[in-house]
């Protein structure tokens, strides 16, 4: 896997892995990161999915995503969050992106990962547990991706 930073910057993603392959170097899965507060909007993030999907033969996984359940990232830089950074905004921030995933009907998307549910520290307010270790809302998204 060869790792991308900014998930929603199309053009940047293609140049970058336009250069990877200039040098020859092999790789079997594009890794982004998505981060909407650094990012960009959902939208881009698509278009930039949609963009590596006709460009590059690689399976492509969000191996970086996260949302804040306590104001957070916008708490002082007068933008507007996407999703209220509050236990429920999280839980709808991954319903979205798992729905941009779905919704693009290419069999390279392979999945995605939440950096970090277990965060302590600093930036907790990323994870999936509350400042008493109770689990978040967020964890039950993936229940409705389960295969029995």
Known sequence: MIHYDNGADAIGTKNFFKK???YGIQYDIIG??????????????????ISLIDDF????????????WTP???????DIPPFEESP????????AVNRTLL??????????????PAVTGSIRSRGYFDDD????PVINVFDSYKQF
């Open 133 to 136: 270790g109770n689990v978040l």
């Open 72 to 78: 957070t990232a916008y708490l002082n830089n007068g």
């Open 88 to 95: 429920v905004g999280q839980k709808e921030f991954l319903e």
């Open 32 to 49: 982004l990161s998505y981060y909407p507060w650094w990012h960009g909007s959902l939208i881009g993030f698509r278009e930039n999915l």
């Open 103 to 116: 919704a693009i009907p290419s069999t390279k998307i392979k999945g995605v990962f939440w950096w970090e």
């Open 20 to 22: 990877i392959e200039s």
């Open 57 to 68: 033969n690689q399976d492509i996984i969000l191996v970086e995503t996260a949302y804040n």
